[in-house]
């Protein structure tokens, strides 16, 4: 059984020999000593047998069957034999079991470091917690910033790329390996000094992928002057997706689709004639109220025919003796549905030709008819044309109800998508809005051209597709082949190779869900040290 326990618990240690394991309460309790005949000094590195003293130590180990274990361990203090070492004294370490001032094991120290890496603080405290170990939220921030910092490589290919550290306000830069696709570094800002004193600090990049920043090209020719500089397509597709909408947008009002309005009925239809000549003072003759009225009247006649009072009535049906008099009064049930307020006129009435003109017409949204109302002086609310709109869908109904107009943003998907990624309506749509709008249509042309240069890597024919955008009346297009120009060089190159900083966006997602854990403490050293370890596997 020793031998069992000791497998179990040290099989990874040399030097320690287990002397009990027992339950002690909510806790499990392994008493054990250190075996090793000597120790090395840490601060001469002398190897000692002069025993000084002995004494306890505590450590907290991973749990076992849920319960918490906690390791008592007798460990010696030594002499130190070298006579010129400062430290007279020093206690005995076992390798992968204790270290320095520390707690816990070294199994459970790396155990919620890793916990730390990848959860930070709140999140990371719950786990601990499941899995039966006690660790705040600050101890799990501090193991964090306790870590070493990983080793920064200097990759061939670098991705720079910017990250909110808060959006709208505080930005920081990430660059990533485009060849291992993981981060190398985070910089706490987006400057043109910050990123070309990086640059400077560690030579040996060769191509560097970025956006069309003008900061980031400009610290690329100050900190990698030899570096080749390619625009990522990514961001060049988006600046163009970007000048399309805008296209679209002086272009809105021909998004709908011309609707063929009848001529003007002068009058009503027959089902709308008949809902206007209804009269007001009679009795509903549907809905809860009206039909619950109905069946306590027959009930209470029923009972009153088989020569039961009123109070036994009210007892039998759980009604009040009141109801029941006023049921049982009413010849029918109509008497007790005509009320005072049934034949009052509605603030609707001055208007219901209008509306009818209207809904002969098409129009059919209470909204609009709502709107068109207030505009001529209806002093009442949206819920009262939305019940008589309601009763006019019943009454006459419109077998083909008005399409709604696609969205700005909706024509912009379809014109920088791929076509063969369109179904058949929107592609029909598409090709309707297209022969409204002859400028959507050129719009459409260039997008198309622009794709296939992109896809089979013919940079070498970006200046020929600028020349046919300047030749159309698309001002928001002669803005992006502006902005092309000025960083022509990286374009052609971005357009012509085929390296790509897409790994970018991802990391960017992860700095984010890494940020959003650590919630108020997101300090940028924290930030950073959690996305590097979590980047090389320390997590």
Same mark, same amino acid.
């Not at 030899?226 to 163009?240: E, M, T, Y």
């Not at 509605?346 to 609009?368: F, I, M, N």
């Given at each position: ?36 005949? @000597?120790?090395?000094?840490? /601060? ?18 991973? /749990? ?14 030594? @002499?130190? =034999? ?27 120290? /790396? ?97 560097? =992928? @970025? ?6 090209? #400009? ?110 009064? /009413? ?113 459409? #042309? ?81 930030? @950073? ?11």
């Amino acid at each position: 059984m020793d031998a069992l326990l000791q497998d179990l618990w040290f099989h990874q240690v040399e030097g320690v020999l287990i002397e009990d394991v027992e339950p002690d309460g909510e806790l499990v309790v392994v008493r054990a000593r250190a075996s090793a005949e @000597r120790a090395g000094c840490p /601060a001469c590195g002398t190897v000692s047998a002069r025993v000084h003293s002995r004494y306890v130590r505590r450590l907290a180990d991973s /749990a076992v069957g849920g319960r918490p274990v906690v390791i008592e361990l007798q460990v010696r203090r030594f @002499r130190c =034999c070298q006579g010129a070492c400062p430290q007279a004294t020093f206690a005995e370490q076992v390798d992968g079991l204790t270290f320095r001032h520390g707690r816990r094991s070294a199994g459970l120290q /790396a155990v919620l470091e890793r916990l730390a890496v990848m959860l930070a603080g709140r999140a990371g405290a719950r786990l601990a917690h499941t899995l039966a170990v006690q660790a705040s939220r600050s101890t799990l921030l501090r193991l964090i910033r306790r870590l070493p910092d990983p080793a920064t490589h200097v990759p061939r290919l670098l991705g720079v790329d910017e990250f909110a550290l808060r959006k709208g306000h505080n930005y920081g830069t990430v660059l990533v390996d485009i060849d291992t696709r993981r981060p190398v570094d985070l910089l706490p800002d987006r400057t043109t000094a910050t990123v070309a004193r990086w640059l400077a600090d560690h030579p040996g990049v060769e191509v560097i =992928c @970025r956006d069309r920043s003008v900061a980031y090209a #400009e610290a690329g020719r100050l900190g990698a002057p030899d570096a080749i500089h390619v625009a990522d397509r990514w961001h060049i597709w988006k600046n163009l997706a970007e000048a399309v909408e805008k296209t679209v947008v002086q272009h809105r009002a021909l998004l709908r689709k011309p609707e063929d309005i009848a001529p003007v009925r002068t009058a009503l239809p027959p089902a709308t004639a008949g809902l206007a000549a209804e009269s007001p003072s009679e009795p509903r003759q549907s809905g809860r109220l009206s039909d619950r009225v109905r069946e306590h009247h027959s009930a209470v006649h029923a009972l009153l025919d088989e020569g039961l009072g009123l109070r036994a009535i009210a007892r039998q049906l759980e009604l009040a003796r009141n109801t029941v008099r006023r049921l049982a009064h /009413a010849t029918n049930a109509d008497e007790l549905l005509v009320g005072r307020w049934t034949g009052r006129p509605s603030v609707l009435d001055p208007y219901k030709p209008y509306l009818h003109q209207r809904w002969a017409e098409g129009c059919t949204v209470a909204r609009r008819l709502f709107e068109e109302l207030r505009e001529r002086g209806y002093p009442g609310g949206e819920s009262v044309v939305k019940k008589y709109v309601q009763r006019l869908r019943k009454a006459f109904p419109h077998d083909d109800p008005p399409r709604k107009a696609p969205s700005v943003r909706d024509v912009t998907g379809w014109i920088t998508r791929r076509p063969d990624r369109l179904n058949d309506d929107q592609a029909q749509q598409l090709k309707e809005i297209l022969a409204r709008c002859p400028e959507l249509n050129q719009a459409a #042309e260039h997008v198309r051209a622009f794709a296939e240069l992109m896809n089979n890597r013919q940079g070498q024919h970006l200046d020929q597709w600028i020349e046919h955008v300047q030749a159309d009346g698309l001002p928001a297009l002669h803005g992006f082949v502006n902005g092309l120009g000025q960083d022509f060089d990286a374009v052609v190159a971005g357009l012509s190779l085929s390296y790509s900083s897409g790994a970018v966006e991802g990391h960017n997602n992860k700095i984010k869900m890494l940020k959003r854990q650590m919630f108020g403490r997101a300090n940028f050293d924290l930030l @950073r040290k959690r996305v590097l370890l979590a980047a090389r596997g320390r997590s």
